[in-house]
Structure formats: C-alpha cells, structure tokens
C-alpha cells in the first residue's frame, strides 16, 4: 500500500514569509506525528496527533509554529514569518500499531 | 541534554563482515527500541525493533541486542552488503507509538 506522503519535497522562503507543509498519512493510522530534522542530527519531535486531537505539542519551537489535522487523516505544519534557524527538514510519520513510518520529508531552506 | 546518543559518527566495515552499531540512553522510563535506516532526500525506513521485556530481537540479517542494566543497545548487520550503506539512527520512546527521540545517527559504509 501507499506509504506517508508529503508535499512539497522542496521549499524555499524567503525569511518572513509563511509556509504550509504538507502530509498525507498511511490510510487508516490513528496518530501522526510531527519531527524536525536540522543537518547532521537525528529527528526532533515537534507534535502528535491522535486522530484530530492534538495532544502534545511540547516540541514546537516557538507560536510562529502551528500544525492542524481538521479530519484526522491529512495534517498541516504552518510556520508563519519564517526565519534562518527554520531552515531544516522537516518529517512527518502515521504510526500504525507500534511503529513511526515516516515519509520522505519536505526541505526547508530559508533564505 | 542528549538521552539517546550514538557516540560513533561513522563506520567503516568490509561487504560480508559484521557491522556493529552502538546506540546508548539515559532515561530509564524508556521502554521500547527502534532502529531506522535512512538514505539521503529519503525518509528514515523503519529496520528493527525491540521492548524492554526482551534483549534480543532478530529479523534476518538484523539482530538487536539491549542490555538495561548497562542502558545500551546494539544493531548487529551479519553479512553486510554495499546496499547496507547508509546513516543509521537509533531512536527510544517511553512506550508503544509515544514519541520517538533519535540519537544523531551512524553512518555505515560498506566497502566491496
């Protein structure tokens, strides 16, 4: 079946403008979480959701920051007034029982 | 503070030798252990997996080895193929589907 899926692959912004990324879960998978990925690192969690309901939301950087799930399957990750540090990649994963499959993530580059 | 690290940046093993990844944590509420394989412009692929009931789980030519009392895991890759080439991350949460905390990665080259 389809895997994790997210769009675009690739964004450039210019500092202070919004971006919106995108991510369209593995069918059926209750939970999506949220990671950012800085250039040499390991994934860093940013939110998680549960269906609809976000419920933890501990690792967003900063209220320029906002992600969305309106119906529980397709999720949303705002970052309004974009700056250098943002610059990252950023990965979405839907976890089916008890494993994160992750999509191949959207590059971020914030000029 | 870094609660799972991965104190080796880089590996260098031989095709069809055994390569050992080492992965340590320090929190001790995590109960469950998980290893991903990641390509470059890819996403992390899920390997391998294993709880804290368990010190060893195998799935072909992957084994996971934990060890709580000494809080450290280990990938074991027997034989090692070029394809096996890739940066490998290891990743801890304090239960099942809760959210995952990665150490900074492993690369691993397999040299034919």
């Known amino acids: 079946g389809a895997g994790v899926s997210q769009s675009p692959r690739y964004k450039v912004a210019k500092r202070g403008q919004d971006v919106a990324l995108r991510c369209d879960p593995i069918?059926?998978?209750?939970?999506l979480f949220w990671y950012q990925q800085a250039l040499g690192q390991g994934p860093e969690f940013l939110t998680y959701?549960?269906?609809?309901?976000?419920?933890?939301k501990s690792g967003l950087p900063s209220d320029r920051f906002f992600a969305e799930r309106p119906e529980g399957s397709v999720s949303t990750l705002k970052i309004q007034r974009t700056q250098q540090e943002d610059s990252a990649v950023y990965l979405c994963a839907s976890r089916g029982w008890e494993t994160q499959y992750f999509g191949p993530g959207t590059r971020l580059l914030v000029l | 503070d870094q609660q799972v690290k991965q104190n080796s940046p880089s590996l260098s093993v031989q095709e069809g030798r055994i390569s050992i990844l080492n992965c340590d944590y320090t929190n001790s509420m995590f109960d469950y252990f998980l290893w991903y394989k990641k390509y470059p412009a890819e996403g992390p692929t899920f390997l391998i997996s294993i709880s804290s009931i368990k010190d060893k789980n195998e799935d072909g030519r992957f084994t996971v080895f934990l060890n709580k009392s000494a809080k450290h895991l280990s990938l074991h890759i027997v034989p090692s193929q070029p394809g096996d080439s890739a940066v490998y991350f290891c990743a801890a949460s304090g239960g099942y589907g809760n959210k995952l905390v990665f150490g900074a990665g492993t690369i691993l080259r397999v040299k034919s």
């Open positions: 959701f549960q269906n609809e309901a976000q419920l933890d």
């Open positions: 069918s059926g998978h209750v939970s």
